[in-house]
């Protein structure tokens, strides 16, 4: 291996916009990349308790806690979104509750991953701000420790789910009225004492779509700054790697013969006209900087951060 070509660890999610890094048919110029996948829960705590990898995919909530620690977090962010998410299909009820949207929530107890977890932050925001659910009324149940440790949150009530219970027996039981998880329990999929608040969560998320702009945002890519201090046109270098195997990825959706989905074509077609062309914008693009400041607006009222921060603050300077 030459003197000058950096030899790096990439931890990312298996996404059909990140395979190509995976497969090498795009690599960083200059950069000998090993891609791991593990699942994500899992490499959010790597990276954020023990600093295991180069460059890695980051949970853009745990991101934004770990700015506003008062532990050195030393890696810094490029813009680039490789994970996004609609979260209307996500807010889940216990199937006896009566509940027909996420306001009717205030005063319950309701079921999260984590406090920091991105898809939370963008649901109890997205709840209190469009369906007038009371935040500080709920009863929130934890079901992981923190990977950025937060200080003390003195407007909420949290507790942590007990250690003979999960937070599927609790939502399919009815000891909770409300389930905000990044994915779809197993009660819910099955229809087993769990199901979606939303009738048609997929009109929901439309109509959201086209009232606000926002795709919300859930990963980014953070880089170690000891990397960047020993060669600091990584972080070009990675972005750019990350955008062409994304296009590269796209490219590949657009071949329906590809695809295990039946209406495939149908739903490409959908997709870009709701969207206007691809919604999958790495960069600080207009539509991008709106849904990161609402999820700071989100963040900040939710008390994970404690101020807004400029983009400069948030991602490496040559990539913004």
């Given at each position: 291996?030459?003197?000058?070509?950096?030899?790096?660890?990439?931890a990312?999610?298996?996404?059909?916009?990140?395979?190509?890094?995976?497969?090498?048919?795009?690599?960083?110029?200059?950069?000998d990349?090993?891609?791991?996948?593990?699942?994500?829960?899992?490499?959010?705590?790597?990276?954020?308790?023990?600093?295991?990898?180069?460059?890695?995919?980051?949970?853009?909530?745990?991101?934004?806690?770990?700015?506003?620690?008062?532990?050195?977090?030393?890696?810094?962010?490029?813009?680039?979104f490789?994970?996004?998410?609609?979260?209307?299909?996500y807010?889940?009820?216990?199937?006896?509750?009566?509940?027909?949207?996420?306001?009717?929530?205030?005063?319950?107890?309701?079921?999260i991953?984590?406090?920091?977890t991105?898809?939370?932050?963008?649901?109890?925001?997205?709840a209190?701000?469009?369906?007038?659910?009371?935040?500080?009324?709920?009863?929130?149940?934890?079901?992981?420790?923190?990977?950025?440790?937060?200080?003390?949150?003195?407007?909420?009530?949290?507790?942590?789910?007990?250690?003979?219970?999960?937070?599927?027996?609790?939502?399919?039981?009815?000891?909770?009225?409300?389930?905000?998880?990044?994915?779809?329990?197993?009660?819910?999929?099955a229809?087993?004492?769990?199901?979606r608040?939303?009738?048609?969560?997929?009109?929901?998320?439309?109509?959201?779509?086209?009232?606000?702009?926002i795709?919300?945002?859930?990963?980014?890519?953070?880089?170690?700054?000891?990397?960047?201090?020993?060669?600091?046109?990584?972080?070009?270098?990675?972005?750019?790697?990350?955008?062409?195997?994304?296009?590269?990825?796209?490219?590949?959706?657009?071949?329906?013969?590809t695809?295990?989905?039946?209406?495939?074509?149908?739903?490409?077609?959908?997709?870009?006209?709701?969207?206007?062309?691809?919604?999958?914008?790495?960069?600080l693009?207009?539509?991008?900087?709106?849904?990161?400041?609402?999820?700071?607006?989100?963040?900040?009222?939710?008390?994970?951060?404690?101020?807004?921060?400029?983009?400069?603050?948030?991602?490496?300077?040559?990539?913004?």
């Amino acid at each position: 291996m030459s003197d000058d070509v950096l030899e790096l660890t990439l931890a990312c999610g298996d996404h059909a916009l990140t395979r190509p890094l995976q497969t090498e048919e795009v690599s960083p110029e200059g950069v000998d990349l090993e891609v791991l996948t593990p699942f994500a829960p899992d490499r959010h705590w790597q990276m954020l308790r023990n600093l295991e990898f180069d460059i890695c995919e980051l949970s853009l909530g745990s991101y934004l806690a770990s700015r506003a620690s008062s532990h050195d977090y030393p890696f810094t962010a490029i813009p680039v979104f490789p994970h996004r998410s609609f979260r209307h299909s996500y807010m889940c009820k216990h199937s006896g509750s009566g509940v027909s949207d996420p306001g009717e929530l205030s005063g319950c107890k309701v079921g999260i991953n984590t406090w920091q977890t991105t898809a939370g932050v963008w649901m109890r925001g997205i709840a209190r701000e469009e369906y007038g659910l009371d935040l500080e009324s709920v009863t929130w149940y934890r079901r992981a420790p923190e990977d950025v440790p937060l200080d003390l949150l003195e407007s909420f009530n949290i507790r942590n789910v007990p250690d003979d219970s999960s937070l599927d027996e609790m939502l399919s039981s009815g000891d909770l009225k409300g389930v905000f998880y990044p994915i779809l329990l197993a009660s819910v999929r099955a229809g087993t004492g769990g199901e979606r608040i939303f009738a048609s969560p997929f009109t929901e998320e439309k109509r959201y779509y086209k009232r606000t702009e926002i795709f919300p945002l859930m990963h980014t890519v953070v880089i170690k700054d000891e990397v960047l201090r020993r060669a600091p046109r990584t972080a070009e270098k990675v972005y750019e790697a990350f955008t062409k195997s994304k296009n590269i990825g796209l490219a590949k959706l657009e071949d329906s013969r590809t695809s295990a989905l039946v209406w495939a074509r149908r739903y490409l077609e959908e997709e870009k006209a709701l969207f206007g062309g691809s919604p999958w914008e790495y960069g600080l693009t207009r539509t991008n900087q709106k849904a990161l400041d609402k999820l700071q607006k989100y963040a900040l009222n939710q008390e994970i951060i404690s101020t807004r921060y400029d983009p400069e603050e948030l991602f490496i300077q040559s990539t913004l």
